[in-house]
């Protein structure tokens, strides 16, 4: 299909309309955050990770996002079983990698959970993306030491090997199916300075996976509402803590016009 700023509005009516349940096994830190994210932008949030639970949930979830950013032996169990009923039961699947490239353990533990079952979207930023492909690269914690525009062709093979859409986040953002490469241009340097942004990002995929199934788009539409949404809100900040209010108010008003005036999305190629 086409992407374009009508597109995007059409899959934003759909979660305004349906109400979408999202379950997420994320991170201490992001958890409020992601929670009113996915309030203001129309979903319905769970954040759920009991291993006694997950799989419960997940059939009555629309989408699953799994989150690795605070890892902890019963919460890994945990993101196993609810993959693995996801895959079962047919539910898209948003995988984050948080710092794989910063210890062995979360890497070991993404490629444990990746065995499990084949997500619908990995996102993450360029060090991450590139240390799945290239275990040697580190990061600096959670954050990227590489600029997004370094990680395509990672991510392009990535997503073949995979058989997902990877979508590498950053200044630009590159969303791929290993054969289309998109770039949509967006956001502001200023939500680099709010924690859990790029969690937020992942969380608005599983939403917009939620009411459309075809991976490409549906990535590529919530990463252009993230982006406008900061954009928007990084005109009316004063700094970091305004921001993030601001970004929820964004996200709660957005319409299809300032979407048509903000979206910058950009076929760049078609891989042979």
């Given at each position: 299909?086409e992407i374009?700023?009508?597109?995007?509005w059409t899959d934003?009516?759909?979660?305004?309309?349906?109400?979408?349940l999202?379950?997420?096994?994320?991170?201490?830190?992001?958890?409020?955050?992601?929670a009113?994210?996915?309030?203001a932008?129309?979903?319905?949030?769970?954040?759920?990770?009991?291993?006694?639970?997950?799989?419960?949930?997940v059939?009555?979830?629309?989408?699953l996002?799994?989150?690795?950013?605070?890892?902890?032996?019963?919460?890994?169990?945990?993101m196993?079983?609810a993959?693995q009923?996801?895959?079962?039961?047919?539910?898209?699947?948003v995988?984050?990698?948080?710092g794989?490239?910063?210890?062995?353990?979360?890497?070991?533990?993404v490629?444990k959970?990746?065995?499990?079952?084949?997500p619908s979207?990995?996102?993450?930023?360029?060090s991450?993306?590139?240390?799945?492909?290239?275990?040697?690269?580190?990061?600096?914690?959670?954050?990227?030491?590489?600029?997004?525009?370094?990680?395509?062709?990672a991510?392009?093979?990535?997503a073949?090997?995979?058989g997902?859409v990877?979508v590498?986040?950053?200044a630009k953002d590159?969303?791929?199916?290993?054969?289309?490469?998109?770039?949509?241009?967006?956001?502001?340097?200023l939500?680099?300075?709010?924690?859990?942004?790029?969690?937020?990002?992942?969380a608005?995929i599983g939403?917009?996976?939620?009411?459309?199934p075809?991976a490409?788009?549906?990535?590529?539409?919530?990463?252009?509402v993230?982006?406008?949404?900061?954009?928007?809100?990084?005109a009316?900040?004063?700094?970091?803590?305004?921001?993030?209010?601001?970004f929820?108010?964004?996200?709660y008003?957005?319409?299809?016009?300032?979407?048509?005036?903000?979206?910058r999305i950009?076929?760049?190629?078609t891989?042979?």
């Amino acid at each position: 299909m086409e992407i374009t700023a009508t597109s995007v509005w059409t899959d934003l009516e759909a979660i305004r309309t349906q109400n979408p349940l999202i379950q997420n096994i994320t991170n201490y830190v992001v958890m409020n955050n992601t929670a009113n994210a996915l309030l203001a932008l129309g979903a319905s949030p769970a954040m759920v990770h009991a291993q006694e639970e997950v799989a419960n949930f997940v059939n009555i979830a629309s989408a699953l996002v799994v989150n690795i950013g605070t890892l902890s032996a019963p919460w890994v169990t945990g993101m196993e079983v609810a993959m693995q009923q996801a895959a079962y039961a047919e539910k898209p699947v948003v995988l984050d990698p948080v710092g794989v490239g910063a210890t062995p353990y979360r890497l070991h533990t993404v490629q444990k959970l990746l065995s499990q079952s084949t997500p619908s979207v990995i996102r993450g930023n360029a060090s991450e993306i590139k240390a799945l492909v290239e275990h040697h690269v580190q990061s600096k914690g959670v954050d990227s030491t590489y600029s997004s525009d370094t990680a395509v062709e990672a991510a392009t093979q990535l997503a073949r090997e995979i058989g997902c859409v990877v979508v590498v986040s950053g200044a630009k953002d590159y969303i791929t199916d290993g054969t289309q490469v998109l770039e949509v241009e967006g956001g502001h340097p200023l939500m680099g300075k709010v924690t859990g942004m790029g969690c937020t990002a992942s969380a608005l995929i599983g939403a917009f996976l939620a009411v459309n199934p075809d991976a490409l788009p549906a990535a590529t539409h919530a990463m252009t509402v993230m982006g406008i949404a900061g954009e928007l809100a990084a005109a009316k900040s004063s700094g970091p803590g305004t921001l993030q209010l601001h970004f929820y108010d964004a996200l709660y008003q957005l319409t299809l016009e300032q979407i048509e005036a903000h979206s910058r999305i950009r076929m760049l190629k078609t891989v042979d």
